[in-house]
């Protein structure tokens, strides 16, 4: 293939006038052209032979590029499908003339940018699939590459980034489509086996002959993404995910709700025991009727709001606090940075959207609670907010017990043992109010901590230099449970609060984003959005992103917002939190040696 600078302006079959290039795969790319006879716009794709293959996989390219066309045009009717119009020749290959559709995006696009989708999105675009899936069926059409990149979804409205509530559906490339009654020769790779390994049906990645519940099964594994912001079998590798698919059960869905009886169904090992389509689309067409939340982004890659970086602090510790405080108006903040290169975050006060949020405007005075901590831990259970006892979870033998109580030993150290930056703390909960006027906008205020919290140490981080704000976080609970319910409430209110303030600070475009995936943490919980305003009701417009990770009984987070680019911002916060892991294991290590 020529370069796409070069290309532009070539006529294709003496017609199609490409003016540039809209995409590219490991297949080839695909061009916008102008037809010159219909005076229109069309969507050309162009097969890629790149230098070394051998004569069979040039064959096997262009036979995938006929076979697509032939394909894709017997559901050319259909509204869920993208239409192919022609096949033509030039330079000895085919080019696929299709329908050009005006600001699509890939499932995949979208949520890797935006976040997951709300389960009611999920299943309208899950439905829209499926009815096209479903009529390549009774046609003899198995699609066999369904998957996220493969589902295009458009903009119903001038909103930037809202690409899929209200938009059109459409699925793409049925390049490795294949009609078994037709005696079509099929397609392989030199593996043995083609398409998308987190997306493939079990029988697929055995060599089994594909059946239309096959291509149920990878609808199944692109809802999930779509709602979870993960594939289910997704290890990091294909030799790990194929073997998840073979031999493990799906990652349990945090996000999906209603959902998840129709994904578990679909994703069944056993093709006999998947879940039809008929029965899929009877489940999933109550759940999309339902009305969709405000804005609901789930792992994006991010999602830990730190949503306004805490500078000026209080300078007097307050030790004791009413049950339910609301956050106060912060004092007055320095004036706005000169507009001179690239200013970074300005002080804020210290409140929160989160607990992190929330949690600076208390700075307990120097609160030991090591004691506490043995009490609790030492008993081998703890008192629930409803009055009964927790038993142990098997994580809470006796060596997690003695595990706790020497991270609690360490929290309990003196904050200069830390570090110069870290301050101690009472761990404070959020307590999002929801404004019913405008749906998702929360202002929020503090509450006592949950029962079983016991101790907690803050670390400020700072970087005038580079232009990033902070504060990273470590929170010691009694017991497994109530750690995960911490981590549960975090991403619940992420998801009812799209809109969050605190006086006149203001939080924007809040969501859940996909978590990094970081060893040694049972869970990860990240969260986006822009700081729209300072304290002072001036325009902030920064991005921000707080990470929330589990290890056991032990919450640690780390929340940056900053001047630069969203994806600098990410990676601050992620070495942020790293630093605190560390930090929480030497100092787990010097207690255990006192």
Known sequence: MTGAHEAAGRVIAGRYRLVRQLGSGGMGRVWLAYDQELACEVALKEIALPPGLTDSEVSS?????????????R??????????????????????????????????????????????????????VLDALREGHRLGVLHRDVKPANILLTCPGPEPGQHTEGGRVLLADYGIALEPSSGEPRLTTTSGIIGTPPYMAPERA??????????????????????????????????????????????????????TPVLLGLLAKDPLQRMDGEEASRRLAPIAAKPRPARQTAPTTWSSQLEHPPAARPTTPQVSVPSTVSVPPP??????????????????????????????????????LALALGLVVLRGGTRNPSGGTTSPSPRDSAAATAEAHRIASAVALSPEDWGPDFVRNDPYEEDPASEGAIRGNCELSQKPPRAGTLSAISRTVKDDQNGFSGISEVVVYADEDTARKSISDDRDTIHQCTIQHSGKIRWDDVHEAIAPKLSGFDEVVAEEGTLATYEDGSKANLPYTELTGRIGRTTLSAYLVGSTKKEEVRKKSTDSLLLMRRRLSEQSTAASDR
């Open 206 to 259: 055995r060599g089994e002959e594909p059946t239309p519940a096959s291509d149920l099964f990878a609808l199944g594994s692109t809802m999930y993404f779509a709602v979870e912001g993960t594939g289910p079998f997704e290890r990091g590798s294909d030799y790990a995910t194929l073997t998840a698919l073979l031999f493990e059960d799906p990652t349990p869905p945090q996000r999906a709700a209603a959902l």
């Open 75 to 128: 559901l050319r009717d259909h509204p869920h499908v993208v239409t192919v119009h022609d096949l033509v020749e030039d330079g000895g290959l085919p080019w696929i003339v299709m329908a050009f559709v005006p600001g699509a995006i890939d499932l995949e696009a979208v949520v890797r940018e935006n976040g997951p989708l709300a389960p009611p999105e999920v299943a309208r675009i899950g439905l829209a």
């Open 61 to 73: 390219r262009i036979a995938r590029a006929r076979g697509e066309a032939r394909h894709a045009a």
């Open 331 to 368: 004092g007055p903040a320095p004036g706005p940075p000169p507009a001179s290169a690239s200013p970074g975050p300005r002080p804020e006060s210290s409140s929160w959207r989160s607990r992190r949020k929330l949690l600076p405007v208390i700075i307990a005075a120097a609160v030991v």
